[in-house]
């Protein structure tokens, strides 16, 4: 894979970059939120791995203004901030996971490994349909109604593990684990604020509900097909 690291600490950057390295993925430096911000939106790459704590501004407005400039390229928070809220507003602006520092390396390779399998499903070519809703798993495009609606990675990673368990009921647990890889807590309403995403941006290219919440109980996408 190619790799952007977003890091000021050398002592960190050079490790992260070592170990990237070290399992034959080609990496990127940025020491700064100004210069991070041009590498992604000049390169291409499969993976940002961002700090949340920048010389020149923080990590959560950093990512906010790359999904705002429509750069979906997944972004995994490195951060010495342990607090739950702190990683749901992560989440909430448009990063896929997150891990604290200090941190084991296999463990931040797991994660890489994990987001590269949400972001490029082992059979790519596979189409998810749902009645008017359609995903390209190859160009990662949805449809609704044949009209192409854009999605946020967060979004996109939540719809397809929704259609890949269609007609079935599924926990916030199940989510929460299956989707960003982490354990749910209950005080928090981040699923469900996506839940909220998804829906509108289904309604707004069709009449039909297709995303309900079962209570006490989960979600569930039905499909006739």
């Excluded at 960190?12 to 041009?38: P, Y």
């Excluded at 890489?112 to 189409?127: K, P």
């Excluded at 190859?138 to 397809?160: C, G, H, I, M, S």
């Amino acid at each position: 894979m190619n790799v952007l690291v977003i890091e000021d600490d050398p002592s960190v950057r050079a490790l992260v970059k070592a170990v990237l390295e070290k399992n034959n993925h080609t990496v990127d430096v940025a020491e700064t939120a100004t210069n991070g911000e041009k590498h992604a939106s000049e390169d291409s790459y499969d993976i940002i791995i961002l700090d949340l704590g920048l010389p020149d501004g923080d990590g959560f407005d950093l990512c906010k203004s790359m999904r705002d400039d429509e750069i979906t390229t997944p972004v995994l928070i490195l951060s010495a901030e342990q607090e739950t809220d702190v990683k749901i507003k992560c989440l909430r602006v448009g990063a896929d996971d997150y891990i604290t520092k200090p941190f084991d390396t296999e463990e931040l390779m797991a994660r890489i490994e994990a987001i590269s399998r949400r972001s490029t499903d082992s059979n790519g070519d596979r189409i998810l349909e749902c009645g008017e809703l359609k995903v390209n798993m190859l160009e990662r495009t949805f449809f609704v109604n044949n009209t192409k609606v854009d999605l946020t990675n967060n979004e996109y990673n939540l719809l397809v593990y929704l259609l890949k368990k269609k007609n079935k009921i599924v926990t916030q647990e199940e989510i929460a684990e299956n989707v960003w890889d982490i354990h749910f807590d209950t005080q928090t309403n981040y699923i469900n604020v996506y839940i909220s995403y998804l829906r509108k941006k289904i309604r707004s290219n069709s009449e039909n509900e297709y995303i309900d919440t079962v209570r006490k109980k989960g979600f569930i996408i039905r499909c006739e097909s």
